[in-house]
């Protein structure tokens, strides 16, 4: 299947900081890519569609302020996390489509003391 | 009601048992049914991808869809303690459209 890489897998920042995680289409191009939040134990909560080259959708109770979503090239998808606080600790995860199958990448876990 | 509906277990069964997970769904659009592995603190992996109704199977895997009792299963043969992670059904009406997911279940095979 296709591959998507996503970087940081974990991440330690302290509060008040930005955090940046990247989600990249390795063999595929993606117009369309999905950023997740997981809690333990608890199902994936989508949290925004991203579109290339256009503002991301984001899901009701999102902040749009709080989550930026850059989606510049049809290969990468950016999130960044502005002004983390400890709630916004979570593991993260994107997707992308190819073919109308959602791939995802491997997280990253964001623990904001 | 939740659109999709799934048993959290967590479900154990001995090595070399045939596991079924399943999912109840409501809204009848759902045409792409996907089952999902996922291991602690990684990110799902795709595992069956289903169109509409019918049965499809991969390898120790089969994925079966039945749209008239809005139902979908995932049988494991022969399951291996490297089966041991949780299962995500997933559906949507359209290829274009987000995902929905179920809960999840949690399984382990012990050896």
């Known amino acids: 299947g296709a591959v998507v890489s996503q970087h940081p897998s974990r991440v330690i920042c302290k509060s008040g900081t930005s955090v940046k995680i990247e989600c990249r289409s390795l063999d595929f191009q993606a117009t369309t890519m999905f950023w997740y939040r997981q809690f333990p134990k608890q199902s994936l909560m989508l949290m925004a569609t991203s579109n290339e080259g256009s503002k991301a959708t984001y899901e009701q109770g999102v902040e749009k302020d709080k989550f930026l979503i850059n989606h510049a090239s049809l290969t990468l998808s950016t999130l960044t996390v502005t002004s983390a606080h400890p709630e916004d600790s979570s593991f993260y995860i994107c997707?992308?489509?190819?073919?109308?199958?959602?791939?995802f990448g491997s997280g990253t876990q964001l623990s904001v003391l | 009601q939740k659109e999709v509906e799934q048993d959290p277990g967590p479900l154990s069964v001995p090595e070399g048992a045939i596991v079924s997970l399943n999912c109840t769904y409501s809204n009848s659009a759902f045409q792409y049914f996907m089952w999902y592995r996922q291991y602690s603190r990684k990110g799902p992996e795709l595992l069956m991808y289903?169109?509409?109704?019918g049965n499809k199977e991969d390898g120790r895997f089969t994925a079966q869809v039945d749209k008239s009792s809005k139902y979908i299963s995932l049988f494991i043969r022969d399951s291996q303690p490297s089966d041991s992670a949780t299962y995500l059904c997933a559906m949507s009406p359209s290829g274009n459209t987000p995902l929905v997911f179920g809960k999840g279940t949690r399984l382990s095979v012990i050896a």
């Open positions: 289903t169109y509409s109704s």
């Open positions: 997707s992308a489509e190819d073919r109308e199958k959602l791939f």
